[in-house]
Structure formats: C-alpha cells, structure tokens
C-alpha cells in the first residue's frame, strides 16, 4: 500500500529539503520504490540529485503539457528512486500556483492517487510558506512530518503551523496525520538544543526526533550525491546520523 509524506514548516531554513531528501534515499536503499515531488519552486532538491535539466518538470504534469510518467526522472545514483522534478525553469510553477492553482485545488491529490499505483512511498519536498501550492500539497497527503531547528522561533513557527493546519483540514475536510517533529542539527552539548528538545517532547502531542549536525550533509549536496553512499577522505555519515535517519524512516513508513 502506497503512503505519501510531506515535510513541512512555513519557516525556512529548517533542512526541509535536506530531510526529505535524505529520507527518500533511505527508502529506496531498503528497496521500496520511492518518488519525490519537488514541489518547491526553486527546485533545489532537483538540482541536488539531477545534472541536467529535464525536458518536462512538475508544472508540465500540472498544466496538462505532458504525461506524469513523461516528466519522472529516475536518480541515476540510486535504483528505486525516481523524481517529478522542478528546476524553476522560467519559475512555471510558481507562476501556475499563483494563476491557476486555485481553480484546481485538488490537482495534486490527483496526481499523487495517479502516481501510488506505481511507489510505495512518495514524499513531497515543499517551499516555505502556506500558499495555495503548500495548501494543495498538504491536503494531498497522508501524512505530514515537521522539522525545525533547535531555535525559540522555531518552537513560535511550530504553533503557527498548528493552527493554521488545523484551520486547512476543517476547511479543505482533510484527515492528514500530523504527529512527528524532527529537530535537525542538534548538538547535545549545547542547552539550549536540549532545552527546546524536551519542550517539544513535553507538549505530549508529538513523537520528537533529533537529527546531529553532520555537516556531510552540506557535502553531499555540493557534490550531488546520495549522502548515505558519500564519502570524504574516507569519512561517511556519522554513525549517529545513520542511526537517526533509519530510526525515522522506520518510524515514518511503518
């Protein structure tokens, strides 16, 4: 049974793309056929896994210019993983979500109905923001993951979320799960990381997860690599990492 996941938080900068991506390449190195929605106008999850820019991307699939199974593209590093990709090519879905978008507001429910007949898991990678292309996304999906940084703000951008979920699941009669928080880039020497970790672990209405500063990461990106295969001089993802990313993707697609 196919189960679609978005990460999402208004907020930027709260490793989102790094997440969601990561996680995706987790799946599929368990071998379950995965597909990831860039659905972030500026594509960056795109441009990390893709050299070239594709000939049809997620706006084409959108606007009726080409089939779905037209615009995916499959990782050329990891088997199982394919992308509906974006490359913000004339910024056409942005321009789409800000014309079109609202007399079609379920479109992308329909594409990822379309597409489950094929993955098993599907994650969509969002933009910051809570627009109608992030409405649409989230209503779309089964279930939605929250990271945030070990940050006050992001513990104030959290109830912003809430409430304005809530608001979207009565207005748009949504029954999408919300229930996990990552907080990424924790350092357990500094307080304050632990300090907010156990303020979202108390609200007793989250399961809350840590992902380590691991700045392969940022590395992997660069290099347009799958992070868990990269290596630097020798050197992989720390062991931490690992474990925290198996953890959720256990936890995730259970």
Request: net charge neutral; with cysteine; hydrophobic share 40%.
């Amino acid at each position: 049974m196919s189960k679609t996941v978005a990460f999402h938080l208004q907020k930027g900068g709260v490793g989102k793309t790094t997440i969601s991506g990561t996680l995706a390449c987790q799946s599929a190195l368990e071998g379950h056929k995965t597909l990831i929605l860039d659905c972030d106008p500026q594509g960056n999850l795109s441009s990390w896994f893709l050299k070239e820019p594709p000939k049809f991307e997620l706006s084409d699939v959108l606007q009726g210019r080409c089939y779905v199974g037209n615009a995916i593209v499959a990782a050329p590093e990891l088997e199982n993983l394919s992308i509906l990709p974006t490359f913000g090519i004339g910024g056409t879905l942005k321009n789409y979500s800000e014309t079109k978008l609202s007399e079609e507001p379920f479109i992308l429910q329909d594409l990822v109905k379309e597409v489950s007949e094929e993955y098993e898991h599907i994650i969509l990678d969002l933009s910051p923001g809570l627009g109608r292309l992030e409405r649409s996304a989230l209503i779309a999906s089964d279930e939605i993951v929250t990271p945030m940084t070990p940050e006050v703000f992001s513990l104030d951008g959290l109830e912003i979320f809430i409430d304005e979920l809530a608001k979207l699941k009565k207005n748009m009669r949504a029954s999408v799960k919300h229930n996990k928080i990552i907080i990424n880039s924790y350092d357990e020497r500094i307080r304050q990381h632990r300090d907010i970790f156990s303020a979202a672990e108390s609200s007793g209405r989250f399961l809350v997860y840590r992902i380590p500063v691991d700045p392969l990461f940022r590395k992997a990106q660069e290099a347009g690599r799958v992070p868990q295969l990269y290596k630097v001089r020798g050197r992989g993802m720390k062991a931490a990492t690992q474990q925290a990313i198996m953890d959720l993707d256990s936890s995730i697609w259970r």
